[in-house]
């Protein structure tokens, strides 16, 4: 069965920074495209970033420059390192990633930026 659980999440002033992990299980992490997500109260769940198995690595627009997603296949971890926070990166961030046709979700990591 695969589970994802996030960690790191919590309340930051503006211009800080925080460090979210994503630990994977059952499913062969080092293979997969592990993505991070962020929904807002009221809104849509959006993609923020993701890595591929070969560490290819993608960002949305809006944290570029800001957000650095990498991973470590000997713990079953993504991270999400996060500098300069602002208060619209405030939402709960979830790690997913896709396995035998299925979409997998963690329950996610609520981080609150406040200005």
């Known amino acids: 069965q695969v589970q994802l659980v996030e960690s790191g999440g919590g309340l930051v002033q503006a211009g800080g920074s925080l460090s979210l992990s994503c630990a994977a299980s059952?499913?062969?992490?080092?293979?997969?495209?592990i993505r991070w997500y962020r929904q807002a109260p009221g809104k849509q769940r959006d993609l923020v970033a993701s890595i591929s198995f070969t560490y290819d690595t993608k960002y949305v627009d809006s944290v570029k420059g800001r957000f650095t997603i990498s991973r470590d296949n000997a713990k079953n971890t993504v991270y999400l390192q996060m500098n300069s926070l602002k208060p619209e990166d405030t939402a709960v961030y979830y790690c997913n990633l896709v396995s035998g046709g299925m979409d997998y979700w963690g329950k996610g990591t609520l981080v609150t930026v406040s200005s």
């Open positions: 059952g499913t062969p992490f080092s293979l997969k495209t």
